[in-house]
């Protein structure tokens, strides 16, 4: 059996030091916004060259506190993509706001800049582009276009920790980054997490009192806020594995190159890195008019293998009422062909050259 992911292998290689470091926090008994927190925000901050960066519950939590930071609500639309996990929408439902969705490129399947610039309206007050996959949104296009039509750039960085482009990291090159630490994302716990990041010294002071309960002095409520915060337990484990991401990363680049080489010729189109940032590779997406032929004969030897996504947003019941409206060929077309294959920083080699013999004899 070949997993999507392998959580537990990457566990015993840094076993005594998380066991360690987890045993710590239930001895110190201060499991919410203690010393781990604030040390872990001041290590992600320094690590993405951010001036801040702040816990809370969830990336999903990390978009929606971001959004409201910056007043995005109702009345208020939000540019997208459809092609993501229902997360980045909804967090713009969350505050009001309406989301619209701008079509893809159909090489990278990040948000199209000149659909973004199409679907800009009177009522646009945000771009919020996703690094899908792992690899960077062309920031610099997306960039340009905030500046011309005043618009904010929030990052959706829940699949990109440690991916770069120009020098820069996913996360510093909007005025909000929102990650997502759950456990098969790049930089993962061992439960849910989240972390927002941004220049503005309004905006973190707006979230740090937003994730708990509008509140910066203990009982004093200066708005409604909500109860997100990141707890102890999972910043201790955060703070083991970031000083390994570069490695997970490089290691997610060597299995996405190997199957790339294994692949070739075989007929189905490996994922393309457009050169403008540097792929850190959360999922190895193939396009392919055999998919379904190739899940199934996957499937046969155990080897799993997933649709992501089965169904953009604008077609999912919860966005119905926007549905007919909007026209998303690229969308639909690459939604049709595409299938992501196993990868994670410790597979072993034997596992690509299984999955990629598989394949081309489907394919092929
Ligand atoms: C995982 C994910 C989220 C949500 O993160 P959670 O921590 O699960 O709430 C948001 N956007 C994208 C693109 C994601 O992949």
Known sequence: MIPMVDLKTQYHRLKTEIDAAVAEVLENTQFILGPNVKALEQETANYLGVQHAIGCASGTDALHLALAAADIGPGDEVITTAFTFIATAEAIAYTGATPVFADIDPETFNIDPAKVEAAITARTRAILPVHLFGQPARMDLLGRLCEAHELLLVEDCAQS???DAQGTQTGAMGELGCFSFFPSKNLGCYGDGGLITTRSDSYAERILALRNHGSQVRYHHDMIGYNS?????????????????????????????????????????????????????????????????????????????????????????????????????????????CISLPIYPEMPDEHIVTITDVIRDVAG
């Open 161 to 163: 920790f440690g991916a």
């Open 229 to 337: 915060r990141l707890d102890e337990i999972q910043a201790a484990i955060l703070r083991i594995k970031l000083r390994h991401i570069d490695e997970f990363n490089r290691q997610r680049r060597r299995v996405a190159h190997r199957y790339n080489e294994l692949l070739r010729g075989s007929g189905v189109i490996t994922p393309r890195e457009d050169g403008y940032g540097r792929h850190v590779f959360h999922q190895y997406t193939l396009l392919s008019e055999h998919r379904d032929e190739i899940m199934k004969a996957l499937q046969a030897r155990q080897i799993a293998c997933a649709v992501y996504y089965p169904i953009p947003l604008h077609r999912q019941k919860a966005f119905a009422h926007q549905g007919d409206q909007v026209s998303l060929p690229v969308t639909d077309d690459v939604t049709a062909r």
